[in-house]
């Protein structure tokens, strides 16, 4: 199994946003996290990397474990991280630097690797994007998919275990969303591990292989595409189906 | 008055000759005061202040309740009080405590904490200017508090701080003058030194005044440069 979430809390204060989550997810899997606003799946995906640190439970990518039941180190943190690559939904690129130099940042900082050989990998992470003509662009003279592809290569040149995305695309003009997509179908084609919040349903169905309905911080079903869609067994699920179709 | 020494200078072939060689003959010791004082007083005080500025605005964004504090009361003590108070506190006051510290240095003392107070507050607004999910970038691809400040956020930071911060360092090469009260052979000290030998006050004092106005223009300039290349990647 390469992730296993076991029993996850997370508070924040006196609201409690995330009430017991367990999932697994295969290696190679696509997994599409689906739910209405405020059901937590943002703080999911951050309690995956640790950006936000849960109050109770345990995560386990690969061979590294996190115990949350007990104090966790800042070291052990950082290691974890590397683990997961994360994509956010407002791209977040480093505004003071090209999208090569973006997408370099994280081998040459984190794991020391030197110039030369970073900017070779970065320009193949650019150039599976489908950006090596924008190899030396600022973030301001690219469009909104273009950013979101550079911040993609930028996650993948860290060589995660698993690729994290929250809503990707909800940021973007409809025109742009199939660019963005298409990269990441190809990552799911290609074997990456991959967790996914998103609203395109069409994404979900082409390219899950499981989908997980949240409600209130809890995981209220889960299944493939095709009994999620078709046949959903909760009666939540088939509210919040019929409310986005 | 003024009119009546323009005559003066007008009127007297004599006299206008005895300025112009005044003006000559003061014009290398206060630029040696310049190149030996002013100017290393300026940048040593800059360079020891702006790291005593990071410090503290880390300290103050640190969530680290006595670090907060400790940075808070500096800050405000140092901007409560005149500038030439502190001078005096460090050159003549000390030495009641035992605390004897040459000119140069006590000048040294005094301008960097004078700098690092008021630079903090410009650094830590900077470094709050960053958007937290620039942070969070960073730390998402494995980065540690340190890395992150320094690739990421204080890269983003310098943008916004370089014109209040190049104000800050205009304002420090005129207050060396104060230095000249504490002994330091600064050039304003230069300036008066001469003109008590031949009483040629507005003469020598204008002349340290148009030497300062080189220096600040030239440093406008120089800043005018930096601010060029830091917003190169900021759509225009
Ligand atoms: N830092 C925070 N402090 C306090 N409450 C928070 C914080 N982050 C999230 N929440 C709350 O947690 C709940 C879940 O938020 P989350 O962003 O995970 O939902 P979401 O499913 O991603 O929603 P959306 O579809 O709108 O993005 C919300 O009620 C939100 O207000
Ligand atoms: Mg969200």
């Known amino acids: ?245 | 008055m003024v009119k009546m020494y323009l005559n003066n200078i007008v009127i007297d072939p004599e006299r206008m000759e005895r300025l112009t060689t005044i003006a000559k003959s003061s014009l290398l010791p206060l630029l040696k005061g310049a190149l030996y004082n002013t100017i290393p007083l300026t940048l040593l005080s800059f360079a020891f202040g702006l790291l005593l500025a990071v410090l503290t605005a880390l300290a103050r964004i640190s969530g680290v309740k006595l670090f907060e504090v400790v940075a808070r009361v500096y800050v405000s003590a140092i901007r409560g009080t005149p500038l030439l108070v502190q001078l005096f506190i460090i050159f003549y006051g000390l030495p009641n405590l035992g605390v004897t510290i040459d000119p140069f240095p006590a000048a040294v003392i005094g301008f960097s904490l004078n700098v690092g107070a008021y630079a903090s507050e410009i650094i830590r607004a900077a470094i709050l200017s960053v958007p937290k999910g620039q942070w969070e970038a960073a730390y998402s691809l494995g980065m540690n508090y340190v890395q992150a400040l320094k690739r990421i956020v204080f890269p983003q930071a310098a943008r916004v701080s370089v014109p209040p911060l190049s104000n800050t360092f205009i304002s420090l090469v005129k207050d060396t003058s104060l230095a000249s009260l504490i002994l330091v052979a600064e050039m304003f000290r230069k300036a008066q030194e001469i003109a008590s030998t031949n009483y040629e006050f507005l003469l020598l004092y204008t002349e340290a005044a148009l030497i300062y106005w080189v220096i600040c223009f030239v440093l406008s300039i120089v800043q005018d440069r930096i601010e060029k290349r830091l917003n190169r990647y900021i759509a225009r």
């Open chain 1, 1 to 245: 199994m390469m992730i296993s979430v076991n029993g996850l809390y997370k508070q924040f204060g006196a609201i409690e946003v995330l009430k017991g989550i367990d999932m697994t997810v295969e290696k190679g899997k696509v997994v599409v996290i689906i739910g209405p606003s405020g059901s937590g799946k943002t703080t999911l995906l951050r309690c995956l990397n640790v950006l936000e640190k849960p109050t109770k439970g345990k995560i386990k990518i690969g061979e590294k474990k996190l115990d949350f039941d007990n104090p966790v180190g800042q070291k052990d943190i950082h290691a974890f991280r590397r683990l997961t690559g994360m994509v956010f939904q407002n791209y977040q690129l480093f505004p003071h630097m090209t999208a090569i130099e973006n997408v370099m940042e994280g081998p040459i900082t984190v794991k020391k690797e030197d110039k030369a050989s970073a900017r070779q990998k970065a320009m193949l992470l650019l150039e599976k994007v489908g950006l090596a003509d924008k190899a030396n662009h600022y973030p301001f003279e690219l469009s909104g998919g273009q950013q979101q592809r550079v911040g993609i290569a930028r996650a993948l040149a860290m060589e995660p275990e698993v690729m994290l995305f929250d809503e990707p695309t909800s940021a973007l003009d409809p025109e742009l969303v199939g660019e963005v997509l298409k990269v990441m179908k190809d990552l799911a084609n290609e074997g990456m591990t991959m967790i996914v919040v998103t609203h395109e349903m069409r994404f979900a169905k082409e390219a899950a292989d499981e989908i997980i309905f949240m409600d209130q911080g809890m995981i209220v079903e889960r299944g493939t595409p095709q009994q999620l869609f078709t046949q959903p067994k909760e009666e939540r699920t088939k509210q919040f189906l019929q409310l986005i179709q």
